[in-house]
């Protein structure tokens, strides 16, 4: 499953970089760097990254629950 317009846009909208692979699975990319403060000093502190870090790409994989 892709990423629905709702969810791209609320991505963008923080001036996240949304990477589109062209295949209808489950999975999608995504990169955050220093300047989306907070969240990237957070995943860096979470994933026990070296501090000279510029970008992080994450992978996620979606699923859906009822």
């Known amino acids: 499953m892709k990423l629905t317009k709702y969810q791209k846009a609320r991505l963008l909208e ?3 970089d949304v990477i589109e692979n062209d ?3 489950d999975t999608c990319w995504l990169r ?3 300047n989306d403060g907070e ?3 957070t ?3 979470v994933l ?3 501090p000279g ?3 992080v790409k994450l992978l996620f994989v979606a699923t859906q629950t009822e």
């Open 39 to 41: 969240v990237f000093k």
């Open 32 to 34: 955050i760097d220093q």
């Open 43 to 45: 995943a860096v502190r």
């Open 48 to 50: 026990n990254l070296t």
């Open 23 to 25: 295949i209808d699975d």
């Open 53 to 55: 870090t510029k970008a």
């Open 14 to 16: 923080y001036e996240w």
